[in-house]
C-alpha cells in the first residue's frame, strides 16, 4: 500500500495543484488523500495505513517553468515551500517518519498565488505528467531539486 496525500489552498490559484492531484489520482494499491491545508488532520489515517510509500505532492518554489516538478530533498523544503499549511512539512514529516517506510516530497512549481479556484493550464499539464509517472511506477526517476 501505498499514500498520496495532495497539500495545498485550492482558493489560492496554483497552491490547489496538490489537493487536484489527489482528486483525480486513482490507482490500485493507493490509497490518495487531498489534505488541503492541514495534513496534519491525516495522520491517523496515514499511520494506519502503514504505507511503504508516503508521498507528499504540494505547490513549491523549485525556480523552474510552471509545471515543472521535482523530488524535494526535506533538508531543502522550508527554502522551496509556498506556506500556506498549518504544520510545516519537516514537522509532518518528522513526525510519521516511524509509521511509514519512505517518505517522498515533490514539489511542482507554481505559475501563480492569487486568489482564484482555478490552476494554470501549465501547472495542470504537469500534474497530469506527474500522474502519470506515479501511475508507471517511476517515481525513482524524477530529478532531485539541485540535480
Known sequence: MNVLIGIGNPLRGDDGVGPWIADHFQEEGWLSLNC????????????????????????????????????????????????????PLTHLMEYLKNSVNRIVFVGIQPARI???????????????????????????KIPRLGD
Open 36 to 87: 488541503g491545508t492541514a495534513p496534519e488532520n491525516f495522520t491517523a489515517v496515514i499511520r494506519r495505513a502503514a504505507p511503504d510509500l508516503l508521498l507528499i505532492v504540494d505547490a513549491a518554489d523549485i525556480g523552474l517553468p510552471p509545471g515543472e516538478f521535482r523530488v524535494v530533498d526535506p533538508s531543502r523544503i522550508e527554502d522551496v515551500s509556498i506556506g500556506t499549511h498549518q504544520l
Open 114 to 140: 492569487s486568489d482564484e479556484e482555478r490552476i494554470s493550464a501549465e501547472v495542470k499539464a504537469g500534474a497530469e505528467t506527474l500522474m502519470h509517472v506515479i501511475r508507471e511506477g517511476t517515481i525513482a
